[in-house]
């Protein structure tokens, strides 16, 4: 299976953005970049996912490198409620790999 | 509802008895995911139903655990004598068929508490 990179930890204040980088050399053509989160005491939490284009949603940006080797998940203004530990996952569409598998993730803190 | 829905929210049982955990996807939905969470851990995949298919069991611990999905739908996790490790937040997923192209949705756990 592809394996994920992250930083264990990250640190960021309020209303600044936050680039969350995940390194990811040994992805296939068929895997999709997907982030999760969790927040403390919660269940995990999708927050958005992309095979080759950079995409947006309500909650973030998720910028992929042209290689795909990696790619960064940016919160363009943190708040308190986004401390959490940030999951870069990768799935395969093709059904090789469909498993959530959660590896440690990167803590991100967010001062006020 | 609009998301998954996980029963009971906590659970206290004796060690030695069997408990239930219910978990109801998201309508539509034919993947359905259990994963559990020890204290200060991570994520521990479980099983996974994919529609008809048999499903996939290799996360299952002991044969102390065991899961069903009827009617593609309602999931049980079953524990059987269950044991002080068996301590843990129980969490169920749902998904669309390709879930690589739509991602997960988690359901809030079961607190499971083994006295």
């Known amino acids: 299976d592809a394996k994920t990179t992250q930083p264990n930890s990250m640190e960021s204040n309020e209303e600044e953005p936050v680039h969350l980088p995940c390194n990811h050399s040994?992805?296939?053509?068929?895997?999709?970049i997907h982030w999760y989160r969790q927040l403390p005491s919660q269940g995990p939490e999708y927050v958005i996912h992309?095979?080759?284009s950079n995409v947006n949603n309500r909650m973030a940006s998720l910028a992929i490198a042209e290689d795909r080797k990696s790619s960064t998940l940016i919160l363009h203004r943190a708040t308190l409620r986004d401390a959490a530990v940030y999951y870069c996952?990768?799935?395969?569409?093709?059904?090789?790999?469909?498993?959530?598998?959660f590896g440690k993730g990167t803590l991100l803190t967010v001062n006020p | 509802g609009a998301g998954v829905s996980q029963s009971p929210s906590n659970k206290v049982t004796e060690k030695g008895k069997d408990v239930e955990l219910r978990c109801d996807p998201i309508?539509?939905?034919?993947?359905l995911y259990w994963y559990r969470q020890s204290l200060g851990q991570g994520l521990e995949f479980l099983i996974y139903?994919?529609?008809?298919?048999?499903?996939?069991k290799s996360g299952l611990p002991s044969d102390r655990f065991s899961a069903e999905r009827t009617g593609g739908s309602v999931s049980t996790l079953t524990i059987q004598r269950t044991q002080q490790e068996d301590s843990a937040v129980y969490l169920c997923?749902?998904?669309?068929?390709?879930?690589?192209?739509?991602?997960?949705?988690f359901g809030s756990g079961t607190r499971l508490t083994v006295v």
């Open positions: 992309g095979l080759t």
């Open positions: 139903f994919q529609g008809n298919s048999a499903p996939d």
């Open positions: 040994t992805i296939s053509g068929t895997d999709y």
């Open positions: 309508s539509g939905h034919t993947a």
């Open positions: 996952i990768l799935l395969n569409s093709g059904g090789s790999n469909y498993k959530l598998t």
């Open positions: 997923a749902s998904s669309f068929w390709n879930q690589a192209l739509d991602g997960y949705t």
